[in-house]
């Protein structure tokens, strides 16, 4: 065997042996190495969740710029990540919509909580002896000119909060904010006090302001209200110069941490609505994928029969390079990670069918030199090097029509289509790897030991 065909074989060696240990779980190698196992992520419709549609609560004839909606976007994406949970989807659909998958919640009410709330967060200014207004009250506030911290757009309110503040305009005071949840750098859940509070952090701006205010203002009140509800309006006991504080108020350990999210992930630029809403049980999940591995067993078996009955010992080899390909493949799956579901398991399994499709295009090829006349070593490197445009060509167009299905997925929030498009590109990129290296490199392995010169029937002539 040539140096240059036995170096290939070490570098195959090891990308499998590398390979077996990715997708082996909990094996003591990943452990010493990474400190923890790898695992496949699973999507939506196979480990459960919650999908939503979120759409921006304004009237139908006020218009929406992109740049709106990608920031809302953006808000809604720091939120759900902010929950813990794994390789979530947010996506702009349309004008005025925005798609969330999040796979994996265990409390699905308190998540959409978290996400459509507005999240306004406003410091308000009680005037000097008088009594703050009660929690959960609903008040008015005017945000002064010029603005030293944004007081954000009373227009974004939700319409159930604009209505209530407008039947009260007549009979409540319109009180002044000082600033707004913006002038936050981070929010916590604090619960050192025996109390369940929120903490907070501001910056350099926020941190002056209130400093100033809360110096003069020893003994009044100072009212915390988000979204225009009040939800403490604790007493100024001292100066709080050190640019942070605690909010009080009626909190659970829930409420606080949905609060803090909000808080630390910033208020949304436009209101949103849920429009649709659908749960998606594990049930369903572990039966597609029983069903799944079943369909992928039965078809590579018997993909592996028909290579080893018609083309005999190239169909064995395929067969070892099909094992090879997909070990690879899955292997690439947890590094990346991509996220299984299933039209990606579809995708993976419609590439095992691109993998064996590049070995019939070898065999035949060199069944036909073989018949022309030509010997054993030189058939299998003039059909592994015919066959080289067919299978280029092929793959490129397979590979160009997954990119235009990913970014059709990522135009229209069809994060299933996406996943198809992913695993099928990887799994056509790999079997490139396995039919032309792999399998050809098994083969010189098998001719140059073994002399098969007069022994044709062994490749299927």
């Not at 077996?20 to 992520?41: D, E, F, Y």
């Not at 015919?386 to 299978?391: G, L, M, V, Y």
Request: net charge negative.
């Amino acid at each position: 065997m040539s140096g240059r065909r036995l170096t290939w074989l070490l570098v195959i060696v090891l990308i499998v042996a590398s390979a077996i240990t990715i997708v082996i779980p909990n094996n003591p190698v990943q452990t010493a190495l990474l400190g923890r196992s790898l695992a496949p992520i699973q999507g939506l419709d196979l480990q459960g969740g919650l999908r939503v549609l979120l759409e921006a609560d304004v009237p139908a004839g006020q218009a929406l710029t992109p740049e709106q909606m990608d920031a809302a976007r953006g808000v809604v994406e720091r939120r759900v990540n902010g929950l813990g949970v794994a390789e979530p989807l947010v996506q702009v659909q349309g004008d005025r919509r925005i798609v969330v998958e999040i796979p994996g919640i265990t409390n699905p009410d308190a998540a959409i909580a978290t996400l459509q709330q507005t999240g306004l967060l406003e410091f308000v200014i009680i005037p000097s002896g008088q009594l703050p207004p009660a929690e959960g009250s609903t008040i008015l506030t005017f945000c002064p000119n010029p603005v030293a911290i944004d007081c954000g757009n009373p227009s974004q309110l939700p319409p159930a909060a604009t209505t209530a503040i407008t039947d009260t305009t007549a009979t409540q005071p319109t009180y002044v904010t000082l600033m707004t949840g913006a002038a936050l750098t981070n929010a916590n859940v604090d619960t050192t006090s025996g109390t369940v509070a929120i903490s907070f952090q501001l910056g350099s701006q926020g941190t002056t302001l209130f400093a100033t205010h809360t110096t003069s203002n020893v003994g009044n009140y100072l009212a915390i209200v988000l979204d225009k509800t009040v939800i403490s309006a604790p007493v100024i006991n001292s100066p709080i110069t050190g640019g942070t504080g605690l909010i009080s108020g009626q909190f659970d350990l829930e409420s606080a941490n949905r609060l803090a999210l909000q808080l630390k992930y910033g208020s949304l630029p436009v209101p949103l609505k849920v429009a649709q809403q659908s749960e998606v049980g594990p049930t369903l999940g572990q039966d597609s994928i029983r069903r799944s591995e079943i369909a992928g067993i039965i078809g590579l078996s018997a993909v592996i029969l028909f290579m080893m009955l018609y083309y005999r010992l190239p169909g064995v080899i395929a067969a070892i390079a099909l094992g090879f390909y997909a070990v690879i493949t899955f292997a690439l799956f947890v590094i990346i990670p991509v996220t299984l579901t299933l039209p990606g398991i579809a995708g993976f399994i419609l590439s095992v069918g691109v993998a064996v499709d590049a070995n019939i295009l070898i065999f035949e090829r060199m069944k036909e030199e073989l018949r022309g006349g030509r010997s054993l070593r030189a058939a299998v490197d003039t059909g592994f090097g015919r066959a080289w445009p067919s299978i280029r060509d092929s793959n490129v167009s397979t590979l160009i029509t997954c990119t235009i299905l990913w970014f059709f997925g990522s135009a229209f929030g069809a994060s299933l289509v996406q996943g198809f498009a992913l695993t099928l590109a990887l799994g056509v990129a790999v079997s490139l790897f396995t039919a032309i290296l792999v399998t050809r490199t098994l083969m010189h392995l098998i001719l140059d030991n073994i002399d098969f010169s007069e022994r044709h029937a062994w490749f299927g002539i």
